[in-house]
């Protein structure tokens, strides 16, 4: 039996500006970063820009 769970689709998408919090982010951490921590640190980049807390 399958699920029939309904599917929610959302889009967002980074701008220069949030693109370059992240970068300034990564460089002020003066280290490298795991795709853990750079993916945490996107999405919460997308939350403030879609104005969730």
């Known amino acids: 039996m399958q ?3 309904s599917k929610v ?3 967002y998408k980074i ?3 949030q ?3 992240l970068v300034e982010w990564l460089r002020k951490s ?3 970063q ?3 921590s750079l993916t945490r640190r ?3 980049l997308l939350k403030e820009s879609a104005g969730v807390k």
Request: glycine share 0%; aromatic share 4%; net charge negative.
């Open 34 to 36: 795991s795709l853990k």
């Open 9 to 11: 689709e959302t889009n």
């Open 15 to 17: 701008d220069a500006a």
């Open 30 to 32: 003066n280290r490298p």
């Open 19 to 21: 693109l370059e919090r």
């Open 3 to 5: 699920n029939n769970l």
């Open 42 to 44: 996107y999405i919460e």
